[in-house]
């Protein structure tokens, strides 16, 4: 296992070279940083210039990787502009992990990315939480009562939020639960951001302010998640070891929770599994509308001025999560159902 | 299961008190503020982002503001310097500004002369990378200060625009706390004060930055004109102009920026909040492409140019798109001084534009609905960002067009590629449009403006230009080059009637709605004067009625 878990690691790190390469043309192509510098006219050419030389981005974009991977603290850089080469690079790289410097708000693009990780993880982590609670719930109620009454409502309910965007999900959630419902003088729940200024940032102020994200995130992941639970739960309470296991006069709740529901995981283990490095990258849409400030809204806000450094660090950041939790998830196949080695 | 679940919930708690800062309730009277960008930097000379400075009028003070009718307003110096009060020499080369003795900065420090002359050091200095460092590069020659109250400001040629430029948005800094960073990293590119300016000379004093969350600022107890009305502001970053515009409207905000104009309406009825128009000199217009390097050989044809305009009915995407709210302009400095009196818009009148284009020869010979000439077809590229109703003028535009003959092709840019450079192979910069639309600004309040000057055309051998539309008339650069040097106003405004004229003669723009800034205000408060130059530049004196 730990021989498997090794060569897994060392594969990972062709594949991050290539996925950082592949990333950073295609960044590279995407417009110029400089093009309006946020601001709502263009800036001076003569500025444009002498910025494009202080970030590097006068170089070939061959060199401008180069730079990024390893640094540029071996080479003199023309500051000035006069043709020749005269002040020595400070950047380190990222092999000896320096990630560069944002060049929106000139501070470390690593420690932009690790400052907003926990706004993310609290809104991800809970709306996981939620998801699969739902889930598991909904889908074993479900498998349980198959064409009961609640079943089939619930059946209809999943496939109409499953077809919904994300985004009209939120503006209906926010329109009905916080602009109406504070007309109709009815309790209503925050529309943005992660606390009241007035109030402060309590515990319970971010969990006031966490019910509409955490819902706009969660109800179409619900209703597709309880529905592989219900179709694994119906194919494995019916299979002999679970009639086998009622035949010896075992509890009910104990088939179904012990026997039957670990089982009836293991795909949902893998949408899990798939569905964890996203947790970093944060739910772009949901983020954006609700203010929330996460990794998500992070990148939107970097994307829009071209930020590489950040960009960058979002990006090599989720591609080495979806390493780790793949292999996390293999792993954790062994543990689920003993029939599977890696040797 | 359960413990798993438990541990999950362990984790979220752990986040809960991981994300909570050691930030109290703000106490008392508070603005809120949401605006959809964040500051990318709260020193002034980084940035050139209009968050960025107008949220700067909190906690900064310039020389002067420029107040809602547009006139300068003294802040730091005793009197706005004029020829009359001896401030400005006569050849108008030499301004000096005299300080008033009783300015400090928040910490209680004096603001004198020498912050004017580090600041302007500091823009200069080779060690550092300020967004932009004219005009102090290119027109001023000298920053002195010839005692503790007087700053002297010596120009290479008198330079009319002084007033929008000169330590307004450049604001001094407080040399007590940067110049030592500066002495000991040889820079001030990466100072501490530059996100977390402690010390400040506005009527709030900086206290919080919660990236991608929200700002704080408190009243400046130092503050040495009549202290802030309101106890607090509290600015907050939401991305998304529905959320601000909900925000309003469930009473979670109180100011918003840029309200789209399709929900003006909504936040008027709802009788919590009014909207505010303001000036800041932008005219969504289209700009044609006359070089004959790189636009259709229709566009050289100034009637041509004059009978697209006809053909398109900017009054109906007034009225339609914008709702009423916004009008089509007649000239390029619509609602300042600077517009000739008689300036008014081209009618809409699809037949004399088909008229007009038959005259000069483009005729619908194949009968396909699109006019050619000696076998070119009236096929015409326009370009424009991807703001939605930019989009949608396309569209109407596409159709309206088409009525007299003349295709428009359709393309459309996120603004870093559509405002790309020339050495960046920007699609408008390198002239692949024939028309393009966009909204752009003088160096308002101030009039001047460079797109329309020979010099200013790019090419391989000068790639700087910002003249993309190739546009060169020798008389309009003399004007130009005559109103920047001359400071008497009124002679100034007469140089600027005649190049209006000549623009308007010569069709190389084309208005399509005077495109102020849309404020939404909590009707709670008042006094609330916005400039479209300095927005906050009366926040001390905004109150909460009755």
Known sequence: MTKYIIRRLLQAIPLLLITSAVIFVLLQSAGDPLATLGGRVPPRPEDRERLRRVMGLDQPIPVQYLYWLIGNDWVLIDRDGDGEPETPGTRKGVLRGDFGISSVTRQPAMQIVIDRLPNTLLLMVTA?????????????????????????????????????????????????????????????????????????????????????????????????????????????????????????GLNERRILFRHALKNACLPLVTLVGLDLPFFLAGAVVTEKIFAWPGMGRLFIDHLARLDYSVLMAILLLITAAVVVFQLLTDLVYTWLDPRIRYN | MLKRNLSIFVLILALLVGVLGPVAAQEGEILRIDLTQE???????????????????????????????????????????????????????????????DIVWSDGEPITSADFVFTYDMILDPANTPSSRFPYDERITSIEASDERTVVVTFNDPYAPWLSYLFQTSVPLPMHVLQPIFESEGTIDFAEWNRAPSVGSGPFRWVEWQEGS?????????????????????????????????????GDSDVGTFIPYSDAQALEESGSVNIELVNSSYNEGW??????????????????????????????????????????????????????????????????AAQLLEEAGWVDSDGDGIREKDGVRLELRHVTSQRQIRLDVQVVAQQQLAEIGISLLLESYPSEIFFASYIDDGPTARGRYDIQEFSSPTAFP?????????????????????????????????????????????????????????????????????????????????????????????????????
């Open chain 1, 128 to 248: 996981e939480f939620v998801i699969i609670t739902s889930a598991l719930f909904i889908g074993i109620y479900s498998a349980v009562r198959q064409y009961s009454l609640l079943d089939n409502v619930l059946t209809s309910l999943s496939f109409i939020m499953f077809s919904m965007p994300i985004f009209l999900v939120a503006f209906g959630l926010m329109y009905l639960f916080a602009v109406k419902t504070r007309e109709w003088g009815l309790l209503y729940f925050p529309t943005a951001g992660m606390f009241d200024p007035r109030v402060g940032p309590t515990l319970g102020q971010l969990a006031w302010h966490l019910v509409l994200p955490v819902t706009a995130v969660s109800v179409v992941s619900i209703a597709a998640y309880s529905r592989y639970v219900r179709s694994n739960m119906l194919e494995v309470i019916n299979s002999d070891y679970i009639r086998t296991a009622k035949a010896k």
């Open chain 2, 39 to 101: 500051m990318d930097t709260l020193n002034p000379i980084y940035t050139n982002m209009w968050f960025s400075t107008t949220v700067m009028d909190l906690y900064l003070s310039p020389a002067w503001f420029i107040d809602d009718d547009l006139n300068p307003v003294p802040v730091l110096v005793t009197e706005i310097p004029s020829v009359e009060n001896g401030g400005i020499n006569e050849d108008g080369t030499v301004i000096t500004l005299n300080l008033r003795d």
């Open chain 2, 214 to 250: 929200h700002m704080r600022f408190e009243r400046n107890e130092n503050y040495f004109n009549d202290l802030a009305v309101l106890d607090g502001v509290f600015v907050r970053f939401v991305p998304d102009d529905a959320t601000v515009v909900a925000s309003l409207l469930a």
């Open chain 2, 287 to 352: 700009f044609f492409n006359v070089d004959p390097e790189t636009a259709h050989p229709a566009m050289l044809d100034v009637n041509v140019r004059k009978a697209i305009v006809m053909g398109f009915n900017r009054d109906q995407i007034n009225q339609d798109l914008n709702l009423g709210i916004t009008y089509t302009p007649g000239s390029y400095w619509e609602q300042s001084p600077y517009a000739r009196p008689d300036a008014a818009p081209l009618p809409y009148d699809p037949e004399a």
């Open chain 2, 446 to 546: 101030d009039p001047s403006f460079s797109r329309w000057l020979c010099t200013q055309i790019a090419t391989d051998e000068s790639p700087d230009g910002v003249n993309d539309q190739g546009y060169c008339n020798q008389e309009v650069d003399a004007l130009f080059a005559e109103s920047d040097r001359t400071t008497d106003f009124d002679a100034r405004v007469a140089l600027y009637h005649q190049i209006d004229q000549i623009i308007t003669d010569d069709v190389i723009w084309a208005g399509v709605w005077y495109d102020p800034d849309l404020w939404a205000v909590n009707a709670r408060f008042e006094n609330t004067r916005i400039s479209g130059a300095d927005p906050l530049w009366n926040i001390a004196n905004w109150s909460v009625a009755g």
